[in-house]
């Protein structure tokens, strides 16, 4: 599968870019670059920037928005360098701190305000997660 997805997108495989996209299939939330590094220790924190601008360059992942200050990035379904499909629903969970796509919760289409031009529209929406829920009962 990671080697099928950077020949998909034109890009070497590199043991890089191999590691990090195995991380990032092997967790079920976004992560940002300190994620990363925390995981990665091997790994310079140079190679790992650059690693996430090309994959976010190329559609293999998306920036995900969860009203914090740090950017997070999760795997793209389905898309390219000239098309981001990533106008879904992003959930941050207030316990865990985790952000996950939530995929078949599309932003809604929206007319531009009057005098405003839009370039990017996030939905985002704070609570907590199913895991920290259930961990909760116990």
Same mark, same amino acid.
């Given at each position: 599968?990671?080697?099928?997805?950077?020949?998909?997108?034109? !890009?070497?495989?590199?043991?890089?870019?191999?590691?990090?996209?195995? !991380?990032?299939?092997?967790?079920?939330?976004?992560?940002?670059?300190?994620?990363?590094?925390?995981?990665?220790?091997?790994?310079?924190?140079?190679?790992?920037? +650059?690693?996430?601008?090309?994959?976010?360059?190329?559609?293999?992942?998306?920036?995900?928005?969860?009203?914090?200050?740090?950017?997070?990035?999760? !795997?793209?379904?389905?898309?390219?360098?000239?098309?981001?499909?990533?106008?879904?629903?992003?959930?941050?969970?207030?316990?865990?701190?985790?952000?996950?796509?939530?995929?078949?919760?599309?932003?809604?289409?929206?007319?531009?305000?009057?005098?405003?031009?839009?370039?990017?529209?996030? !939905?985002?929406?704070?609570?907590?997660?199913?895991?920290? +829920?259930?961990?909760?009962?116990?």
């Amino acid at each position: 599968m990671i080697s099928d997805l950077l020949k998909k997108h034109d !890009l070497r495989k590199t043991p890089a870019r191999i590691e990090i996209l195995e !991380l990032y299939a092997d967790t079920p939330h976004a992560m940002s670059h300190g994620d990363v590094e925390q995981q990665l220790t091997e790994m310079d924190r140079v190679t790992i920037y +650059r690693t996430l601008a090309t994959f976010e360059e190329k559609g293999i992942i998306h920036r995900a928005y969860d009203g914090g200050g740090v950017v997070k990035y999760a !795997l793209c379904h389905d898309c390219s360098a000239h098309h981001h499909q990533d106008d879904h629903l992003h959930f941050s969970c207030v316990q865990c701190g985790n952000t996950y796509c939530i995929e078949g919760y599309a932003i809604p289409k929206i007319e531009n305000p009057k005098g405003y031009t839009i370039n990017n529209l996030f !939905l985002f929406a704070k609570g907590t997660c199913n895991k920290c +829920r259930v961990e909760s009962r116990e």
